[in-house]
């Protein structure tokens, strides 16, 4: 029996959430953990001790400045890189790269199509390491377009949609696949706040019905609206993971985004001015 605390080695002033036992076997409700990762890029340290647990059942921002190592978190996650030290937990074996193509799906924040392919042909092809017949493969890409509110644009080539509209082809790819594990970097980047609402609303039922979903984001607000849980990047460390609402304080943002915040009244954050460094310093 290993412990959340022996297994991530989060202190209490990192994290918010009750510790639970869990076996390696099993893992109870955390879908994914990271313990210690360490990642250099070059000869630069990106991650540094990153520990971080990603329960089923929730959606959970990771949120911080950029060049904070979000991505490099999500890229670990999804076993695009090799890390220097630590470990990667899940249900299964992590270095089966059949099993992480059935169980992990990932969504970057930059994503191209070499050729003019048709939306629904883009969505197909992530279906082809997971060895589908003709007819399941049609019937996973129809609901996921149909999920992602691109159905009408099934037969459009993809050099011809929009960059809203491309994210939701995206988006649909990874829905396809079914994986229990979700990872999207910036989603809602490119849509408008309607856009924003409802691939968030879509996440959040993919989380309701068992899966874990982990998103990075820059929209504070959406977070609070949406994350049950954060994990609070700062230069390349995990500076907090816990409960949303525990999160998102100005005391807590202040020092992480160099930013004033005020909260209104139901939490909503409004950036007021940015710190200078003296002020920094003081926070």
Known sequence: MLSVRDSLHLGPNKCF??????TLAGIGHIMLCLADI???????????????????????????????GKTSLLRVAAGLAQVEAGSVITRGDFSDAHWRAK????????????????????????????NFGLAEIEKRVDAALERCGMARFATRRIDTLSGGEKARVYLARLLATG??????DEPVQSLDAAGA???????????QAGKAVIVVMHELNLAQQFCEALVVMQNGTVAFEGHAQHILSPDRLRPIFGVEFKQLAGGHLVTQDVLNDKTLKEA
């Open 17 to 22: 959430y009750p510790l639970r036992k869990f």
């Open 38 to 68: 360490q990642l250099m890029v070059g000869e630069k340290r990106v991650l540094q001790n990153v520990s971080a647990h990603f329960p089923a059942g929730q959606v959970t921002g990771v949120i911080g400045p950029n060049g904070a």
């Open 103 to 130: 169980n992990i799906g990932y969504m970057p924040q930059f994503q191209s199509v070499a050729w003019p392919l048709a939306v629904r042909d883009v969505v197909a092809l992530g279906l082809l390491p997971l």
């Open 179 to 184: 994986a229990p594990i979700m990872l999207l």
């Open 197 to 207: 609402l409802s691939i968030m609303q879509l996440l959040r039922a993919e989380a």
